[in-house]
């Protein structure tokens, strides 16, 4: 299954800030919009960095001053990016290896979504009770 | 529920190959569902042509559109459109007697054909070319597409893989098939199929025993000496169509293929990469297989991108607000795209249905007018639509099974809506 098949019925949401934004916007639009992540982008739209919530936590358990400081200082960057052409399999096993639970989509350098470790698996398992229908329907054809 | 054609299940009557009869056999767990007073079946009724959302909207609390994928994707290569090149989807909806398809004529005097794409489409397109006329007429398979395949002279059948054989996204059961057909050598190059160190770092890593088993079953064949049967059927890997070529009279000469290596892109998946090697195969017809599209839906928000519904989880979204539009569903491949077995509809639709009860429990619904059958029933006799209700299907099953009896086949299938409503006394 190709990443676009997770994208199809995602809606169109990938939410995006600027680098030089405060951790303080960010973090109420993280809140506003109760999500995990927001890609960073250029003033072209294109992603140099992602910012998770986890980076924030981080930063405050080390005991910075977060909320004062940018977007920039605390993304991670640059970010793996996938197509929607990738195969979303090999794509959740990238992120459980390298431990991240966002990931932008980037088709011929535009960003066009961002697919979570949860879209993954909700598609996975539509994909395994589809096969699990399609054998109980052969089983009870026999 | 609604369909443009006058005979309900979609694909299962017009995707799903001929000689797979026991997978039609699905439509019968459906009988139950149909049977149920609260259901009604509008057959010839197309959304967009003979309803629009605004009447839907004055009939219904909710609707739901399961529409499928009713167009092709495009390779975008030079040639794409030469005679004797021609999309899988629009062959497989002819051989199957899809009523849209039927007039439409293929070309098959050349010796050569070439599928692009390695899904099981490709493979029940080169299945279905290396019948022989006994098989075909064993299968509900059209009967003008039964004769036309018979007086078929292709003889070599090439399917085209771009990525290796343990990306080959056809399934191991249609993989065994082909080895089993009674008149054609499967050929494999062993070298295509030896395993590249990606491959084989991934399948060790997976532990996936239907991918080791597809490998296998590959080099298998590979090893197998041809037995001489009438036709070959040659499955090739690594190699991307970059062009097709004219043959000097516009029509489908051979195709410029581009070799390839496998990389790892930067997200983890096994790509594809042009080794800048180049190879000609010459073929006299092309069957492009390289996926389905949805069509846009009058009215209804379509996602360009992705060539479905704009959706999530199913909920159709306001393009401007990206919020759900009330009462509005979608489900299967308009939903997701044109992936998936028949069986993955199935927990796709339970999706989108939690979302309608949930929406249908917090009030979330349309405000219809006039929900009443003797509203519909009222505007489908206002305009010139001939609906087909259940019984008039059944009635046009047991014909169709009963001309199949006697034929020695499955069933024949009435193939145009003039010889149904004839049968049906509509005249
Ligand atoms: C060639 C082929 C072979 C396949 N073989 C198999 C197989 O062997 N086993 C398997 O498990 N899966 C198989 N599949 C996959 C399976 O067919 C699909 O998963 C499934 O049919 C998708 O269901 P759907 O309801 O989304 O679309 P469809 O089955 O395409 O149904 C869509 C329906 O909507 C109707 N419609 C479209 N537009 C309108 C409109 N405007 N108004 C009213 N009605 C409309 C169509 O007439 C059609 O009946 C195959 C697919 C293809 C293409
Ligand atoms: N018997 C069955 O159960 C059965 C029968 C028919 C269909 N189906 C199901 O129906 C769905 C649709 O089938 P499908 O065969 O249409 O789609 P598919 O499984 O997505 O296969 C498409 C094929 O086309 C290739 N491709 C795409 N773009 C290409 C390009 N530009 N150049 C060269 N190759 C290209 C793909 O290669 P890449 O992988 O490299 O992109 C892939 O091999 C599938 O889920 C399938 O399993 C099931």
């Given at each position: 299954m190709k990443l676009e098949v997770v994208l199809a019925a995602r809606g169109p949401r990938v939410l995006t800030i600027d680098a030089a934004a405060s951790i303080r916007v960010a973090v109420a639009r993280l809140a506003e919009h109760n999500i995990g992540a927001l890609v960073v982008v250029d003033a072209a739209g294109h992603p140099i960095g992602i910012l998770s919530e986890r980076d924030v936590i981080r930063a405050l358990a080390a005991g910075e001053d977060a909320l004062a400081l940018t977007v920039g200082d605390l993304m991670t960057s640059p970010v793996i990016a996938a197509t929607p052409a990738?195969?979303?399999?090999?794509?959740?096993?990238t992120m459980t290896t390298n431990h991240f639970r966002h990931v932008p989509i980037v088709d011929h350098g535009v960003l066009v979504g961002i697919v979570t470790i949860g879209d993954l698996v909700r598609a996975q398992l539509i994909e395994v009770r589809g096969e699990v229908v399609t054998l109980e329907t052969r089983l009870m054809d026999a | 529920m609604f369909d443009r054609l006058p005979t309900p299940y979609g694909l299962v009557r017009h995707g799903v190959a001929p000689d797979h009869q026991k997978i039609k056999a699905v439509t019968r767990g459906?009988?139950?569902?149909?049977?149920?007073?609260?259901?009604?079946?509008?057959?010839?009724?197309?959304?967009?042509?003979?309803?629009?959302?605004?009447?839907?909207?004055?009939?219904?609390?909710?609707?739901l559109f399961a529409t499928g994928a009713q167009s092709e994707r495009r390779m975008g290569i030079p040639g794409e459109d030469l005679c004797r090149s021609y999309p899988a989807t629009e062959f497989v909806a002819w051989y199957n007697g899809h009523p849209d398809y039927r007039d439409l004529a293929f070309d098959l005097s050349a010796e050569t054909a070439a599928i692009v794409g390695v899904g099981n489409v490709a493979i029940d397109v080169?299945?279905?070319?290396?019948?022989?006329?006994?098989?075909?007429?064993?299968?509900?398979m059209a009967p003008y597409a039964v004769e036309a395949l018979t007086?078929?002279?292709?003889?070599?059948?090439?399917?085209?893989?771009?990525?290796?054989?343990?990306?080959?996204?056809?399934?191991?059961?249609?993989?065994?098939?082909?080895?089993?057909?009674?008149?054609?050598?499967?050929v494999v190059h062993p070298a295509e199929v030896q395993l590249d160190p990606l491959s084989m770092e991934?399948?060790?890593?997976?532990?996936?025993?239907?991918?080791?088993?597809?490998?296998?079953?590959?080099?298998?064949?590979?090893?197998?000496?041809?037995?001489?049967?009438?036709?070959?059927?040659?499955?090739?890997?690594?190699v991307s169509p970059v062009a097709?070529?004219?043959?000097?009279?516009g029509g489908v000469g051979g195709l410029r293929?581009?070799?390839?290596?496998?990389?790892?892109?930067?997200?983890?998946?096994?790509?594809?990469?042009?080794?800048?090697?180049?190879?000609?195969?010459?073929?006299?017809?092309?069957?492009?297989?390289?996926?389905?599209?949805?069509v846009a839906l009058p009215g209804v928000p379509f996602d360009e991108r992705w060539g479905v519904i704009l959706n999530e989880r199913g909920r159709v979204l306001d393009p401007e607000t990206e919020k759900p539009v009330v009462g509005e569903y979608a489900a299967g491949w308009v939903k997701r795209g044109p992936s998936g077995v028949i069986g993955t509809n199935k927990p796709d639709a339970?999706?989108?249905?939690?979302?309608?009860?949930?929406?249908?429990?917090?009030?979330?619904?349309?405000?219809?007018?006039?929900?009443?059958?003797?509203?519909?029933?009222?505007?489908?006799?206002?305009?010139?639509?001939?609906?087909?209700?259940?019984?008039?299907?059944?009635?046009?099953?047991?014909?169709?099974?009963?001309?199949?009896?006697?034929?020695?086949?499955?069933?024949?299938?009435?193939?145009?809506?003039?010889?149904?409503?004839?049968?049906?006394?509509?005249?």
């Open positions: 990738d195969d979303a399999e090999a794509v959740l096993q | 459906f009988a139950e569902t149909a049977a149920d007073p609260r259901f009604r079946f509008y057959g010839n009724v197309e959304f967009g042509a003979d309803l629009t959302l605004c009447d839907l909207q004055r009939l219904y609390h909710q609707v080169a299945r279905i070319l290396c019948l022989s006329p006994q098989e075909l007429r064993r299968t509900d007086q078929s002279r292709v003889r070599d059948v090439y399917l085209l893989g771009r990525r290796g054989p343990a990306q080959a996204a056809f399934t191991n059961p249609e993989l065994k098939e082909i080895g089993e057909l009674a008149q054609a050598d499967v991934e399948l060790a890593r997976s532990g996936d025993r239907l991918l080791a088993r597809k490998v296998d079953l590959l080099q298998t064949y590979a090893a197998r000496p041809p037995a001489g049967r009438a036709r070959r059927l040659h499955l090739r890997f690594l097709l070529l004219d043959d000097g009279r293929l581009a070799r390839n290596r496998l990389a790892r892109s930067v997200a983890g998946t096994i790509v594809a990469e042009a080794t800048g090697e180049l190879e000609t195969l010459m073929a006299g017809v092309v069957f492009r297989s390289v996926g389905y599209r949805g339970l999706e989108t249905v939690a979302e309608m009860a949930a929406d249908a429990a917090a009030g979330r619904v349309l405000s219809p007018a006039d929900p009443s059958r003797a509203a519909l029933d009222a505007l489908l006799a206002a305009s010139r639509v001939r609906p087909v209700s259940y019984a008039d299907w059944q009635h046009l099953d047991a014909l169709e099974a009963a001309a199949g009896e006697r034929a020695g086949s499955p069933r024949v299938k009435f193939t145009s809506r003039e010889e149904m409503f004839r049968a049906l006394g509509r005249q």
